[in-house]
């Protein structure tokens, strides 16, 4: 992102009446950036004598020390983009709330306040919390409203109390709110024109939760599918040169990129190249999802488990190959090259494995399965984590679970994924194994000088002897990302604003702590040779039930509009287009129950879902 925003000029107005430890940190940040250029703060006091007063001196900051009395006079005669509360110990009547929205729209006043909200409001926070004994508090920046410390949450950030001294605590938390308070002003002044690339499941829950951020200014869509193109303006394109081209002229700063195709083709370097952010990793990067055996060399060269292989060209290879494990399981068939998830096969029989491997470098998957896999059978449980990284930092999700085949009790082929849960269902031993293995990926990142900004799929398989790794995806799991974002507290997009600057470091994510599931609802005929055409109705009816609908292989009829994302009468205008129709996703109480209630009440002929969503086998592969 561009070091000076091309903005026009800011005003900011920070109200403070005490030490001012916060309204320093902002000045500074805004100077130490050069942002102090187009943006224009001042200081509203309502103490004489107060330090902050003396801080805005030394700051060279016009300060007004105002009776809270004349505080209505004072504001409704000036009018600023932002208003920062920082350690202003009053509560906004309504009538100063009104004087201060923008067309009666209150998204333009925030606070911070040193607890995780809604917990210990008021004053004495810090205090308050020692005193309580938690084990974790932390800080909340918020929207204000007329409640104390009320208002809709933007961001929290927990840190550990257990065992810290009070002394301790209280610089702990007042380092974090130094650290993100000008973070959050900062993106709250300067929104971001976002693009996302992608007309999956996938793209219209990340899209759904972009679109509610606080930090967006426009969503825009690449290839959204008609289920959810309303949630932006989509950018029709011939080719990513023009695509840039235009998100050029529509002055995109982050390009979200949602599945592995346009990876590979090298899309996020184009973008990077034009100086636009990119969650997304290069082509080189992108290349440990792409190539198998590229995969299993970077594991082998950072000591990370994986299951022995042996790579093959030619039938007579993939047969001697074959042989070497006689003595041991029937291996397992990969294609080197991606195949949308399809290019694993599990043969039952050497005899298969043969006629398996032959049929792959026969062209099966075309240049994808030229050079193949033979590779040792793994069993345990299966487990995908999906992590974030910005070059610097890895910070992953709960481990999910993915229901890759088509049929009920892990029968049936291959698929792009039938449901998820997430977080998986794992004993403590085995979080740990899975915490200790992430340890080993982060460091192996940083090892080979991983420069690239995106999210890190591991695909393991927890064998008696650990965590092994079965695949690498650089991007999220669909269908396990539709859960994770549901359980996600915190703002997906500042969350790729602070990759985007490699700060991942600097962020808390938080989860709600329950658990969310994911069904996939297919066309007759996945995967194979899904059904197109049949007409979707009645997914109105998942709200219902709470669950959220998410449309992946769907289009609109000729007589429709589509574009149903937002519609509460929608005109059942959608046909199915693809294999996977839709997720459905729900988290906390009752859940399941009413995915199924959902999935149910949502017909289109030929519709398909597995029944055991939510049930925990430990598969192999
Ligand atoms: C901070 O802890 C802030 O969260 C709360 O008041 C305190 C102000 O401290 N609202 P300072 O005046 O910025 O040093």
């Known amino acids: ?37 187009c943006v224009n703060f001042e200081l509203l006091c309502d103490k004489k004598g107060a330090n902050v007063l003396n801080r805005a001196k030394t700051l060279n900051i016009p300060a007004f020390c105002v009776e809270f009395d004349d505080f209505s006079s004072f504001l409704s005669e000036k009018k600023y983009d932002l208003y920062v509360l920082a350690g202003f110990m009053r509560i906004l009547p309504d009538k100063i709330l009104k004087i201060l929205s923008t067309d009666g729209i209150q998204d333009n006043v925030i606070n911070i306040h040193p607890s995780l909200l809604p917990k210990f409001r008021g004053k004495n926070a810090i205090k308050r919390a020692f005193e309580a004994g938690v084990k974790k508090t932390g800080v909340s920046i918020h929207f204000v409203n007329k409640k104390l410390d009320g208002g809709k949450i933007i961001y929290r950030h927990a840190i550990s109390a257990k065992d810290v001294p009070y002394n301790k605590l209280e610089s702990e938390i007042h380092a974090l709110e130094h650290a993100i308070y000008p973070e959050i002003i900062e993106n709250l002044l ?42 932006g303006e989509t950018i029709d394109f011939i080719d990513y040169n023009d695509l840039l081209k ?11 990129i949602g599945p592995e195709a346009p990876l590979f083709d090298g899309l996020s370097d184009i973008f990077q190249n034009a100086g636009i952010s990119v969650i997304g990793p290069n082509k080189d990067w992108a290349h440990l999802e792409e190539s198998k055996i590229f995969a299993k060399e970077f594991m082998q060269k950072n000591g990370i488990k994986t299951g022995k292989y ?11 190959a074959i042989e070497t494990f006689k003595n041991l399981s029937v291996p397992v068939i990969k294609a080197d090259g991606p195949a949308l998830g399809k290019g694993v096969s599990l043969p039952e029989t050497f005899l298969e494995a043969e006629k398996t491997a032959k049929a792959f470098l026969d062209g099966k998957f ?31 999700f709960p481990p999910a679970l993915d229901y890759k085949r088509l049929l009920d ?13 997430a977080p998986n269902f794992l004993n403590e031993n085995e979080q740990n194994q899975i915490k200790k293995y992430l340890k080993t990926l982060e460091a192996a990142l940083k090892n080979e000088h991983a420069e690239f900004t995106g999210i890190v799929y591991s695909g393991l398989i927890l064998t008696p002897s650990g965590p092994a790794v079965l695949e690498y995806n650089m991007r999220f799991g669909d269908p396990e990302c539709q859960a994770l974002l549901e359980l996600l507290d915190t703002d997906i997009l500042f969350v790729f604003l602070m990759m985007a600057k490699k700060a991942l470091k600097t962020i808390d994510l938080r989860l709600k702590r329950t658990r969310a599931y994911c069904l996939t609802l297919a066309a007759a005929g996945y995967p194979e040779n899904p059904k197109k055409g049949a007409k979707i109705s009645g997914f109105e009816n998942a709200e219902k039930y709470g669950c959220k609908v998410y449309f992946a292989g769907v289009k609109a009829s000729k007589t429709g509009n589509g574009a149903v994302e937002t519609s509460k009468t929608p005109d059942n205008s959608l046909i199915t287009n693809g294999g996977r129709v839709l997720s459905i996703v729900k988290s906390g109480k009752n859940a399941l129950q009413d995915i199924y209630k959902a999935a149910n009440a949502i017909h289109f002929d030929g519709k398909m879902f597995r029944k055991d969503i939510g049930k925990s086998f430990g598969s192999d592969k």
């Not at 999956?200 to 967006?216: D, M, N, Q, T, Y």
């Not at 033979?374 to 910070?395: A, H, N, P, Q, Y």
């Open 366 to 396: 075309g240049d994808a399965s030229k050079k193949i896999l033979i590779e040792e059978r793994l069993s345990g449980k299966e487990v995908s984590v999906m992590s974030l990284w910005d070059g610097d930092t890895l910070l992953s």
């Open 310 to 320: 042996i790579p093959v060209s030619s039938i007579k290879g993939a047969k001697q």
């Open 409 to 421: 009790v892990d029968k049936g082929p291959n698929t792009g994924g039938m449901g998820a849960v």
């Open 1 to 37: 992102m561009a070091n000076v925003p091309d903005f026009q000029t800011k005003k900011v107005l920070i109200m403070a009446s005490g030490n001012g430890s916060n309204f320093e940190a902002i000045i500074k940040h805004f100077k130490n950036k050069g942002l102090d250029v």
């Open 190 to 231: 300067f929104k971001k024109n976002v693009l996302i690339f992608g007309g999956g499941a996938r793209e219209h829950a990340i899209a759904r939760k972009i679109s509610v951020s606080p930090f967006l200014n426009k969503l825009y869509l690449a290839k959204p599918n008609d289920g959810f193109k309303n949630l």
């Open 246 to 256: 235009k998100s050029v002229a529509k002055k995109i700063d982050l390009l979200v």
